[in-house]
Every structure is written in C-alpha cells, then in structure tokens.
C-alpha cells in the first residue's frame, strides 16, 4: 500500500506547480490580460460570429495536459471576440456590468488561500470583511446598526432571499398563498416574479399596479388596490418597487410606498439592483428619500459599483428574520456554534461553501477609495442627458422620459413605413457595426432602443461615437 500511495502522491503533487511552472503561468496570463486591455476602449462592444464560439469544444476534458498558450489563445478566439463584450466602453445594452482591475486581483488573492467565508468559526477575518461591507450598505441606505446583509452571486438571488425571508416573517402559510398579494408594477424586473415562483408562491396573487406617465408606480392607485384587496377577504403582504429599473430607470416614489407599507403593515421591498449606488452621488439623494423605510433592499455590486458579474447584495432590516429563515445547525456543524461575534453568511442565505467574495469587492474600494466611483455615477448620469438632450437635435428622433439615473430611450419615426420594424431594423444595424452594443425594449407595443450608460469606461467620446452613427445611418436611409 505504501509503494502505491507513494507513486500517487507522485503523480498527485503536479496539482502543486513548481515555482518556474507558476512563473510561466503567471506571466502568461498577464500577458494575456495586457493584451485584452490595451485597446479596450477602441475595441468592439460586439462580435459578430457565425461560428459562436464552437471552437471551445476541441478543449474539452482529457486525461493530458494542455500547454497554457493554446487554452489562452481558446479563450481569445471563442469567448473573448466572441458575443458581447461587457468590458467594453462602448457597451449600453441592457444593464451593463463593469469589470474594475482590482477585483480581479480580489479574486486571486481569494482564490489562492480559500478562506472559508460561509462561517465565522472557520474564518473570522473573512467573515469581518464580508459584514463589514455590508454594514457600508447598509448605513448608505439608512439602515438602522441591526441589520443584516448577504453578499450574493446576483440580484436575482438577493431578491430571492428578500421574497423568502418576507414570506416567513409575515407568517404565510401554504394554505394562505392563494390569497396572498403581491403588488409591483408591469416594470419590475423579471428575476421577481421567477423569485416568487421559487418561493413557492406562484398561486400568489400578482397586482400589477398602474402607473403614472414617467412609468413610475401610482402610491394612490397602489392604496386604493390594497384597500380592495383587503375587502375581498385577501392578505396583501408583499410591495415591490424599484430604485432604477431595468427598461427606463424610472424610481417609484418610495416615500409614499413606504407610508402605504406602514399602514397596512406590508413588507415593503426595493429592488435597486441598478440604481442603488447612484445613492453615493449627492444630486441624486431626493430620489432615494424614504428607503431606510424599506423592510429589504438589493443592490448590484456588479452594476453600479462596476464589478465583475458574480456579485450582488441583499440587505434586510430586520435581523432575526433572516435567520430564522437560513439558519440551521446540522450535527457535523456543532464545532461552529459558539461563536457569535458576527453573523455567518451560512446562516442567513441558502448557501453554505461559497466563493469569499468580499475581496473582489473590498480591494477596489479601498485601493481607489469612493470618491472615483462618486465621479463616475455622476459623469454616467449627465453622459445619459447629454445623449437624450442631443439625439432631440437631429430631425427624425423622438425619445422617451428624461433620464432619471442614466437610462434614455428613443427611436426614429420614419416618414412612411412602420416604426417599430424600422427601429428595429436600426438596431441591427448598430449592433452589425459592434462599436456600440445597444438593447431594445417594448413599452405598450412601441418599440425604443435604450441607452444604458453603466460601463466605468463609457465616457463622452463613446456617447458622441452613438450620435455620429445614428447620424450617419439616419442620413444613408434616405429619410
Ligand atoms: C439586473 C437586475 C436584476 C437582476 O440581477 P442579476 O444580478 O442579473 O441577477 C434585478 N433587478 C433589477 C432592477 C436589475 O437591473
């Protein structure tokens, strides 16, 4: 056995590199990371490819190595120049992402010593860093000292979170779902109702509250539905609203929603997923006025604080609901229970092991420091008015509701002809060109291409880029 277990441990120990192995390593990927920056602001926000991508599956697992060169140059061929490229400043589709350099290195460091960040017990300093982060979040919003947050993979998990721990703490029962009220409006985003359905809570009744004209949630309609509902013998339990949505940027009035929360004791949700670190600009605090009122909270990390993607957070006010969803202690845990200084992420979210992603998170501020991330909210929000103020000035173009955070719609009405399928066709064609990426949307069956400036590296000559295009394409329809 002994003979066996050592020629193993021979062959294990090449899961341990050598120094010169992680030299070459190392400098490899630096390279390649050079490489992937150095003309990133030139460099497409869009790869066409018939191919998609299909060369990776030549990589796929075998029993042999790989030099590292031929799996970088994989990478490049068929994810990098591949899709859309979300590094890019010219990227305003949907809701972008980031990517800031320190949270790469963020990742490294966690990754390279695996501290276990699930549980106190197991690494403390980890778990410090984590909290105390998420205590940043929470005094940003107003919360009060007791609260509690999570660091999660997304938003669509923090909202998760959110809807279950609201679903206990307002002592719902199966028997009671068919009566439970949900009330949002038509644009709250989609990863709420797919929550509420992995809730558990699909029989739950949906209110799509009316809106006023800036697409925003109506606080009176919204109080006379819940008046109604309550007559008819149902339990409203659940509001939500949005600090930024996705289609429009639109902010609900919280202020108003959260009084109607009070008074009918419902838990009151704000899904700031895009808009929440706009809080950090002060021009933009009379919209956030009244979300400390808010029973939970998501933000994205990886929108308005432009991380990577894999990094969002849920903040709940009250503590103990939380855990009292999450927490369990299982018998080859009992090592981990007597310390309670801090709260384990374990204990107040569906995961257990999970990536310590406090670092990637944690580095970025504090090497840059917030006034940056100040800077570049407030520069996106005025880069999205300069584009809705310009693209007015050229004959043709008719645009949505003024930009409240730095969302802005338009489309062209051309003189014959449907709008939609040419608006649509546009869009094609911007996306053909792939030096700007945009999305589209629909709003009562118009259809508006969006310009969504999140991107830290989208600054004025990308917006300028955007009018030079649509000029250019508006001028060669011959329109
Ligand atoms: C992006 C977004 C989400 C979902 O977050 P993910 O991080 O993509 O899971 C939820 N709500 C809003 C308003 C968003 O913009």
Redesign the pocket.
Known sequence: MIERIKELEKISRLLSPSPEQKENWNAQVLQYSANFLKNIEQDKAYYHSEEKGKGIYKFDISEEPTEIDSLIKAVEGNIDRVGINPASGGYLGY?PGGGIYPSALGDYMAAVSNRYAGVFYAAPGAVRLENMLLRWMCRLMGFPENSAGNLTS???IA?LIAIVTAREAQNLKARDFERAVIYLSEQA?H?IQKAIRIAGLSEAVLRYVPMDENLKISANELEKTIIDDRKKGLIPFFIIA?V???NTGAVDPINDIADIAEKYGLWFHI?A??GGFFKLVPQMRDKFVGVERADSIIL?P??SLFLPFGT?AVLIKQKEALLEVHHYLADYMQDTRAENEEISPADISPELTKHFRGMRLWLPLKLFGLKPFRAALEEKIYLARYFHREIQKIEGFEVGPAPQLSVSMFRYIPAKGDANSFNKKLLEDIQKDGRIFLSSTSINGVFWIRVAVLVYRAHLAQIQLLLEILKRKKDSSGL
Do not use: F, L, V
Request: aromatic share 6%.
């Open positions: 809701i997304g938003g669509s909202n985003h990863s949005s930024g949505t996705t899904d997923a895009y994205d990886h929108k969002g």
